[in-house]
């Protein structure tokens, strides 16, 4: 069975706990609308939205605002430009699942799933996302 939830909130929740991601990835910028089937669902984006190409391999998309908040350059790699971005270290929430689940990326957003054993993400107040366990050990600690 699997476990639907809507809009949870991680900072009330005993079993979350907040952990820091480091990672280094490419980016593209999307010249069209259009959509990518990550990991853990269909990612829809809009013109301007960052395409991502994480290790190894696994590629998402983020909003343009989101990105530019969220992610720093590289050298040579300049702001605004395809090339290799690192995520700045902001403290995320982060809840192991113990039973499929699914979860939508903010209100109204696309609907990701996850299996057993993968990750919880809460970034903000109404906006998450799902790791699968091993991507979560290879580029998540926690705090």
Same mark, same amino acid.
């Given at each position: ?46 013109? +301007?939205d960052? *395409? !991502?190409?994480?290790?190894?391999g =696994?590629?998402?998309? $983020?909003? /343009?605002? %989101? @990105?530019?908040?969220? &992610? ?44 057993? +054993?993968?990750? *919880? !993400?809460?970034?903000a107040p109404? =906006?998450?996302?799902? $790791?699968e /366990?091993? %991507? @979560?050990e290879?580029? &998540?600690?926690?705090c």
């Amino acid at each position: 069975m699997t476990l639907q939830l809507d809009n949870p909130d991680l900072t009330s929740d005993p079993a979350a706990r907040r952990a820091l991601k480091d990672e280094k990835v490419a980016v593209e910028f999307a010249a069209l609308s259009g959509k990518l089937v990550s990991a853990v669902g269909v990612n829809h984006y809009a013109p +301007g939205d960052a *395409l !991502i190409t994480g290790s190894p391999g =696994d590629r998402w998309c $983020v909003s /343009r605002d %989101r @990105f530019d908040a969220k &992610y720093e350059p590289v050298p040579p790699t300049v702001r605004g430009e395809a090339g290799d971005y690192r995520n700045r270290p902001v403290a995320v929430l982060a809840k192991r699942m113990n039973q499929p689940f699914t979860v939508a990326r903010m209100a109204g957003g696309d609907s990701l799933r996850g299996d057993a +054993g993968d990750w *919880l !993400i809460q970034y903000a107040p109404g =906006d998450h996302g799902i $790791v699968e /366990r091993t %991507r @979560f050990e290879r580029v &998540y600690r926690l705090c």
